[in-house]
């Protein structure tokens, strides 16, 4: 199965608590990654496929080589083998780092890259995967799926944020537990219900 999401910001403390920009009701940053690698592997199974995009991590230690082992021990912890689209607070030298590290995981590689974006074809529908959210214009059967702006969105039927904060979970039947990808079918749910919302506007 494929599942989708973005901006788990593992170990960045200062989203911890109350904040006008991604609220995180966190004692601290190991109470915080831990409900996300919990919630995750509730729902991903081993041999799944995780589009993540962007803003993994934002940790910073010395030696710097340290916050990208601190993170690639998160990383492996999460099942899945991982699509990773790089988000503006996810350095070349982490990239790097979980390149050199990498491991085959059910048969594929644990963890693969794509600086810009990604795109997929699913049913009628495309996918294109990036962190930021993208004006795409007027067309056809595409979706952009993104992250970057946390708890908002963008006021465009056509841009679905599914980062670990986004607003338009409010489109599901069900809320989900913190940190937890979506599924296509939820996705789904999300592209009908704005698209239903934008047409009730009108």
């Known amino acids: 199965m494929q599942f989708f999401t973005s901006d788990t910001h593992f170990f960045h403390k200062d989203l911890l608590g109350d904040n006008d920009f991604a609220p995180r009701p966190f004692a601290n940053v190991d109470e915080m990654n831990q409900t996300i690698i919990d919630n995750w592997n509730a729902r991903v199974a081993p041999g799944d496929t995780v589009y993540h995009l962007g803003d993994i991590a934002l940790y910073f230690t010395r030696p710097a080589s340290k916050s990208d082992e601190a993170v690639f021990e998160v990383l492996s912890q999460l099942n899945g083998n991982l699509e990773l689209i790089k988000g503006n607070h996810d350095s070349r030298a982490l990239f790097k780092h979980l390149a050199a590290n990498n491991y085959v995981d059910h048969g594929e590689d644990k963890f693969r890259f794509h600086d810009v974006g990604a795109l ?3 049913d009628h529908r495309q996918y294109y995967m990036t962190h930021y959210p993208m004006m795409l214009g007027i067309v056809n059967q595409i979706i952009n799926l993104h992250g970057h702006i946390h708890h908002y969105a963008v006021p465009v039927k056509e841009n679905i944020n599914v980062g670990v904060d986004t607003p338009e979970q409010r489109y599901l039947a069900q809320k989900l537990p913190f940190g937890t990808p979506f ?10 219900g704005k698209a239903a919302e934008f047409r009730d506007k009108q």
């Open 120 to 122: 997929i074809k699913y």
């Open 183 to 192: 599924s296509t079918s939820e996705i789904e749910q999300m592209v009908t």
